[in-house]
Nanobody, 118 residues
Framework: QVQLVESGGGLVQAGGSLRLSCTAS????????TNWYRQAPGKQRELVAA???????NYADSVKGRFTISRDNAKNTVYLHMNSLKPEDTAVYYC????????????WGQGTQVTVSS
């Protein structure tokens, strides 16, 4: 069974930093193209950052220059480094990835809450 597990969320003051992790567990071969989404209360889920298996990245305009997505393929883990956090970054952050395994497919994590206080 494949699972994506996010961690690293929490409460931080504006201007602070957090690092989110997304780790794939189970009988997997590798975690392929991976996305971080977020959803704030009353808003639609939005794509924040994306990274391919080879390391190419893409970011939403709202986080460019503040967030960095990276990966450690040996650990089947993708990270989202978030700096200069703003109250508008408050949301539940979700990891989404294509996972190669006996049950290859598109998977979502359960989400991790990020709250930025002003």
């Amino acid at each position: 069974q494949v699972q994506l597990v996010e961690s690293g969320g929490g409460l931080v003051q504006a201007g602070g930093s957090l690092r989110l992790s997304c780790t794939a567990s189970g009988s997997i071969s590798s975690i392929k193209d991976t996305n971080w989404y977020r959803q704030a209360p009353g808003k639609q889920r939005e794509l924040v950052a994306a990274i391919t298996y080879g390391g190419s990245t893409n970011y939403a305009d709202s986080v460019k220059g503040r967030f960095t997505i990276s990966r450690d393929n040996a650990k089947n883990t993708v990270y989202l480094h978030m700096n200069s956090l703003k109250p508008e970054d408050t949301a539940v952050y979700y990891c989404n990835a294509w996972v190669a395994s006996l049950h290859s497919g598109d998977y979502w994590g359960q989400g991790t809450q990020v709250t930025v206080s002003s």
